[in-house]
């Protein structure tokens, strides 16, 4: 239950923390910007701080059972927004291929395959310090699918499996699912089955 409990907190804040930092820098190295172009920047971390407080409350209300779950919007609509906040606070390039995606997935697929793709944008930017992410999906004839994310950061020589990583595996589990990653100096990949 711990386990359950770390994975949701974490999931649900770094992604929103590491948008609010990036902006955050963005303000502080803009130097003598015009007040507009400040003013847009601290509305975007409002933004976020908001989305964090109700995505944070919404996990705490799952905990405890009190929360009903509501419909989510498709899955591209769902990966597409996740993109959009993320590259405009980041300024990293993502580029996503859909494969042969079906978008009739039920609420906990959606779910899992976000959550994993926030986790993997988090580590490329905040360890990472990737300039480029590459998202693909394919469906196989098996019905299994194959969600691959790869960028062009530091690597790392060593993977130390964290919250992150655990997490990720932790949410395919119930679907039958794995993980497996890898690094090198030219990126991190991870691939989700």
């Known amino acids: 239950e711990r386990n359950r409990i770390t994975r949701e907190m974490h999931d649900a804040n770094g992604y929103h923390f590491t948008n609010i930092m990036a902006l955050s820098n963005a303000a502080i190295s803009s130097g003598n910007q015009e007040w507009p172009v400040i003013e847009e920047i601290l509305q975007q971390i409002l933004q976020q701080s908001r989305q964090g407080l109700i995505d944070s409350r919404r996990v705490l209300h799952e905990l405890r059972d009190t929360f009903e779950i509501t419909h989510r919007a498709s899955i591209y609509t769902e990966i597409n927004s996740i993109i959009r906040i993320f590259t405009a ?35 490329s930017a905040k360890h990472g ?53 890898s690094s090198s100096p030219y990126g991190f990949v991870v691939t989700a089955y």
């Open 89 to 123: 606070c980041t300024q990293i390039h993502i580029d996503i291929s859909w494969g042969n995606l079906p978008s009739d997935f039920k609420e906990g697929y959606i779910v899992a395959i976000c959550r994993i793709i926030q986790e993997c944008l988090v580590n």
């Open 129 to 181: 310090h990737a300039t480029e992410i590459h998202i693909s999906f394919w469906m196989q004839k098996d019905n299994t699918l194959i969600l691959h994310i790869e960028d062009n950061g530091q690597g790392s020589g060593k993977i130390v499996k964290g919250i992150g990583l655990s997490g990720m595996e932790e949410r395919l589990k119930p679907y039958g699912g794995w993980l497996e990653y």
